[in-house]
């Protein structure tokens, strides 16, 4: 993986561990789809799009 992949997977890795400490809600539902639009944009090697959607699902939850 390029250096760029690996921050994207770290950053998975941590939002999908805020996500999961995050009680139930509006924020964790809105953050859930920010979440798996990430995945989608990640399954089609879109960085740009991953990323977006992660900063995204990230503030949801603040």
């Known amino acids: 993986m390029t250096p760029e992949q690996t921050k994207t997977a770290d950053k998975m890795r941590s939002v999908k561990a805020a996500w999961d ?6 924020k964790k539902d809105a953050a859930l789809k920010h979440y798996q639009a990430a995945e989608k944009a990640n399954t089609a090697k879109n ?16």
């Open 21 to 26: 400490k995050a009680p139930a809600g509006p």
């Open 47 to 62: 960085n740009a799009e991953t990323n977006k959607e992660l900063d995204a699902a990230s503030h949801a939850l603040v």
